[in-house]
């Protein structure tokens, strides 16, 4: 059960990580605007395409179109929410679930 919630606060870290991540790099009110572009040839990426913290590995770190390399900050963005969700839930968690009978 622990590790069930551990995988949902990760997810839920790496989207608001991915999110902070195009603030980032785009600005507050352009971040708003819009679907998720390639930065090499400007086709609006499929919704299989911006999954956190799997699009990166499973596409490579590339653009499925012109194959232009996708920056590493936008796998570390993602990763580094993932990190930080973890760290800061983890051990409410801990505190939170009543403790499980050995067996």
């Known amino acids: 059960m622990l590790a069930g919630f551990a995988i949902l606060i990760a997810l839920?870290?790496?989207?608001?990580?991915?999110?902070?991540?195009?603030?980032?790099s785009r600005g507050w009110?352009?971040?708003?605007?819009?679907?998720?572009?390639c930065e090499h040839c400007g086709r609006t990426?499929?919704?299989?395409?911006v999954v956190p913290l799997l699009s990166y590995p499973l596409l490579r770190g590339r653009c499925r179109t012109c194959h232009a390399r996708i920056r590493l900050g936008v796998f570390a963005w993602e990763a580094g929410g993932a990190m930080v969700a973890l760290a800061a839930g983890l051990p409410l968690l801990l505190v939170l679930l009543p403790a499980q009978p050995a067996g």
Do not use: I, N, P, T
């Open 45 to 49: 990426l499929q919704w299989f395409e």
């Open 29 to 37: 009110r352009a971040s708003l605007r819009g679907r998720s572009r």
């Open 12 to 24: 839920a870290g790496a989207a608001l990580g991915s999110f902070a991540g195009v603030v980032a």
